[in-house]
């Protein structure tokens, strides 16, 4: 079946860095999503992207479809400590998601 | 406009037990669907359903059954709860799509979770 690999599985990093993590499939999506997880809650929607090479940003997230449409990545710039979560990628095509694995993200002030 | 809630938002079951998860969404979306989260295996597709009085199965549809009887609602029901069922189970809807145009009414929306333990 399809499957998504998303990289780091985690990360600990101090306030202020910037934060990169990504996305890749052996399949071609139409979209690229990028949700994050806070702990006993839903996935929200950070960034949704719909066209290849299209970059898109959202205040200090910055997420690109990748050309070939079979990755994606998102960065985080200057992070701070209400950026822990889990980050999940997800492809989707016809109507159904198809989740990463998730990047756990730990910020030390 | 509340988005899409879930009941209940935690349940001990009995193995052999049954049950049934409640979604409902305020949103006309079209689209609903049921994911299970794993530790490690990210959020996997077990039913969906593309309008009222439709289902389909997704990745991991073993041991499920739904029902989409009004489009606000989508149920989940556990015939005889295992072990392996022992999950976050999340709720999540969209607007309909168009198959070969994405657009942003494909985005997916998710309720707030069911923790779910199976003795």
């Known amino acids: 079946g399809q499957q998504l690999n998303q990289s780091p599985q985690s990360m600990f990093i101090q306030e202020g860095e910037d934060v990169s993590m990504n996305c890749t499939s052996s399949?071609?999506?139409?979209?690229w999503l990028w949700y994050k997880q806070d702990p006993g809650e839903g996935p929200v929607l950070l960034i949704a992207?719909?066209?290849?090479?299209e970059l898109t940003s959202n205040g200090r997230l910055t997420a690109q479809f990748g050309i070939t449409r079979k990755d994606s990545f998102l960065n985080i710039s200057a992070s701070i400590p209400s950026d822990v979560g889990i980050y999940f990628c997800?492809?989707?095509?016809?109507?159904?998601?198809?989740f990463g694995q998730g990047t756990e993200l730990s910020v030390k002030p | 406009n509340a988005g899409v809630t879930q009941t209940p938002k935690f349940r001990v079951l009995k193995t052999g037990q049954s049950m049934t998860l409640l979604c409902a969404q305020d949103?006309?979306?079209?689209?609903m669907y049921w994911y299970r989260q794993d530790p490690g295996m990210g959020l996997r597709l077990i039913h969906y359903?593309?309008?009222?009085?439709?289902?389909a199965k997704g990745e991991v549809p073993d041991g499920y059954n739904v029902s989409r009887l009004k489009k606000q609602n989508f149920l989940l029901g556990l015939e005889s709860a295992a072990p392996s069922q022992t999950s976050v189970y999340f709720c999540?809807?969209?607007?309909?799509?168009?198959?070969?145009?994405?657009?942003?009414?494909?985005?997916?929306?998710f309720g707030p979770g069911t923790r779910l333990l199976v003795l």
């Open positions: 999540a809807s969209s607007y309909r799509f168009d198959l070969w145009v994405a657009s942003r009414q494909e985005t997916q929306y």
């Open positions: 992207l719909y066209k290849a090479g």
């Open positions: 359903s593309v309008g009222e009085g439709t289902t």
């Open positions: 949103m006309n979306h079209e689209y």
């Open positions: 997800a492809g989707q095509l016809g109507g159904k998601l198809i």
């Open positions: 399949s071609i999506f139409n979209t």
